[in-house]
């Protein structure tokens, strides 16, 4: 059986990034850019103010002070967005913050620093030499690249797109990500129960959550009752996906047929069924289309095994189809605060943990029942603490290593 990395990198390295699209600017955040950003100008464009105040040369104003002012001559003025006249000895231009530099000026004296009387300025105060100037490309300079494709648009990105004129730009396309749900026990939300052995759905719509906060697209593509006929029919529907998901039917049960109908209906190459992780053992990975371009994941039915295996495996591989550079939750060191045991150590064990931050350091506090159908640890958590194969015991107040989900701490 393969192992929590291995299977990783099975999945990673048969997953492709998909192709660009163009998108407007205000439709780009929270998606992946697919060009480097090239700054169409220096920035600043031209020296300009960091201050209101006078456009001096600093050969006037040395050895000013309270006691013994500089006397400055009040000559024309420079706003943001104008253009200001020259500047002669003896003269001090009004400047605004943002305004350009007169030429002829080296430094601007704020005006908290003069005092204004009779047409003249008196300055109260010398400064060095180029105080309050911004320089020309001191943010950066014409050519350079500002963003690398691959990063993720945030409101900080979207900000240096509009300054370097992109109304529209390229990002990676989202896959479409089917989920079919199995069980003949399995309900949809509104379906009315009347058998006691009546399961509602969870995982359809944890699924569909998962699919969407990670930037994809999800679509329910329905229920399958545990037969072929039934399988077969909702898997038709799935053509078009460029992920299928698929929740239950693929432990070693009777009406485990899940491997099965993908094969027949979609021709999907198996590449692993089993990971030795807890929760989430009888995982199914495959691949299908015409460029085995398309991933299958055949996510067993326990609710929490089909969130962590969404986590640390169908989520990295979303990423990499969507063109990012970092694929993996983020993953800290935390101090248990509770005994961990367990009796057997032959897997990768994801333990539901909540993790607190206090006086400069992680806390990991277990939640409830660890088995794998408990729904109610996972909404406790937002971090997996990772148990590795052979250890089966960690102590209170060691530290062990957490996936973490969910970053508000
Ligand atoms: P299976 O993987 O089909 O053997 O299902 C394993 C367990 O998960 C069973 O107890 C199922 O009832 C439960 N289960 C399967 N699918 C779902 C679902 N969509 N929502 C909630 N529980 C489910
Ligand atoms: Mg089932």
Known sequence: MLSYKEALDVILDNTKTLGKEKVFLNQALDRVLAEDIVADRDNPPADNSGMDGFAVRYEDIV???????????????????????????????????????????????????????????????????????????????????????????????????????????????????????????????????????????????????????????????????????????????????????????????????????????????????????????????????????????????NPVASMVVFEIFVKPALKKMMGYQKLHNPTIDAILTEDFSRKAADRTEFIRLNVEYSDGQFYAKPFGKQASNILTGMVNANGLGIVDIDVYKIEKGSKIKVVMFDMDI
Do not use: M
Request: charged fraction near 25%; glycine fraction near 10%; proline fraction near 6%.
């Open 63 to 301: 050895g000013a002070s309270e006691e013994n002012p500089v006397i400055l001559t009040i000559e024309g003025e420079s706003k943001a967005g104008g253009t200001p006249p020259k500047l002669q000895k003896g003269q001090a231009i009004p400047i605004y913050t943002g305004a350009l530099i007169p030429e002829g000026a080296d430094t601007v004296i704020q005006k908290e620093l003069t005092k204004v009387e009779n047409g003249k300025v008196y300055i109260l105060k010398e400064l060095k030499k180029g105080t309050n100037i911004r320089l020309q490309g001191e943010d950066y300079k014409k050519g350079d690249i500002l963003i690398k494709s691959g990063k993720k648009i945030r409101p900080p990105e979207i900000g240096i797109l509009a300054s370097v004129n992109k109304p529209t730009v390229y990002v990676y396309q989202k896959p479409k990500v089917g989920i079919i749900t199995t069980g003949d026990e399995i309900l949809d939300i509104a379906e009315p129960i009347t058998k006691q052995s009546q399961i509602r759905t969870s995982n359809t719509y944890s699924l569909y959550a998962q699919v969407l906060q990670t930037g994809a697209q999800p679509v329910i593509i329905g229920f399958a009752k545990d037969n072929p006929e039934s399988i077969k029919e909702n898997l038709e529907y799935a053509k078009n996906c460029d992920v299928l998901l698929t929740t239950g039917g693929v432990s070693v049960g009777e009406y485990d047929l899940v491997k099965d109908f993908v094969k027949e209906v979609l021709d999907v190459k198996i590449h692993f069924w089993k990971v030795s992780i807890k929760p989430g053992k009888p995982l199914v990975f495959g691949t299908w289309g015409k460029e085995n371009e398309k991933l299958f994941f055949g996510i067993p039915g």
